[in-house]
């Protein structure tokens, strides 16, 4: 929904603007909280069961829940074994950064390597200085409204289904 309403941005101005820009601010902090939510529920639950997926129909899935220039899929037809929620979860967090953080488009790729499966999801930003994105320690939260919304979460769920597969 955020992504939505910034391309209503270029067609408002005053008051309109001001309630638009008041309403992503309400949708941020509901996703906080929903992420936050979300996270604790996952830490007290029992691992999910694992089933078999086609990966391509997973992965169209969730691109499809997105402005279709934006994202450009390249995953062949693979029987994958996974916990299919977690997987979507995950790949929305890493779409949902690159998005916010990176340059479209966005690039998901996939190919198996032996027992193992290699998932790409890639922009065309600066990027970190670091490879290990996802063993940094997360940095202690803010006490700011703003900046309690970029909390690693969503990279804290990424990590913990990468780590579970």
Known sequence: MLFRSESLRDTLDGEALRQLEAMENDLRQLAAITEHLGLLAE???????????????????????YPAAVIRLRVPRLLVF?????????????????LEYG?????????RQRS??????????????????????TP????????????GLGLQIVDRFCREH
Request: charged fraction near 25%; aromatic fraction near 0%; glycine fraction near 6%.
């Open 43 to 65: 830490q007290s639950q029992p691992r999910r069961q694992r089933t078999a997926v086609g990966l391509d129909d997973l992965c169209s899935r969730v691109v499809g829940s």
């Open 116 to 137: 193992h499966l290699l998932l790409k999801v890639e922009d065309h930003g600066a990027g970190m200085a670091s490879p290990t994105q996802l063993t940094m320690t």
């Open 140 to 151: 202690p939260a803010a006490n700011d409204r703003q900046r309690r919304r970029h909390q």
């Open 82 to 98: 996974v916990e299919a929620l977690g997987l979507e979860r995950s790949l929305c967090n890493l779409i949902d950064n690159a």
């Open 103 to 111: 340059e479209p488009p966005i690039q998901i790729s996939a190919q």
